[in-house]
Nanobody, 130 residues
């Protein structure tokens, strides 16, 4: 069973930036496509971004295009989500998820359906308020 751990969540003012990290103790993240998802209070979980296996193609939700960037550092066994120009609508618990077979480097990943994603972390809280 692959375990995923997110970190980097914090409370920031509108317009601020945060960088979230996803690591897998005991696993090699380069072997997996990674997705980022978030869930705001009272709302369903939604896809934010994903990246294919090793260093594959990326995808972003329309709401975060131009503001968020997903990336890998395979030497550090870490996947990042750099978030800029944050707004209160970005508030929520952010989760990373992993999938090993579908989203290779030649296939663009997609966040939905979420049942495609096999392994999930416990989440990290991001709060954007003044």
């Amino acid at each position: 069973q692959l375990q995923l751990v997110e970190s980097g969540g914090d409370s920031v003012q509108p317009g601020g930036s945060l960088r979230l990290s996803c690591v897998a103790p005991g696993g090699i993240l380069a072997h997996y496509a990674i997705g980022w998802f978030r869930q705001a209070p009272g709302k369903e979980r939604e896809g934010v971004s994903c990246i294919g296996t090793t260093s594959g193609r990326t995808n972003y939700a329309d709401s975060v295009k131009g503001r968020f960037t997903i990336s890998r550092d395979n030497a550090k066994n870490t996947v990042y989500l750099q978030m800029s120009s944050l707004t209160p609508e970005d508030t929520g618990v952010y989760y990373c998820a992993a999938e090993a077979l579908i989203f290779t480097t030649q296939v663009q990943c997609r966040m939905e359906p979420q049942s495609l994603w096999t392994y999930w972390g416990q989440g990290t809280q991001v709060t954007v308020s003044s």
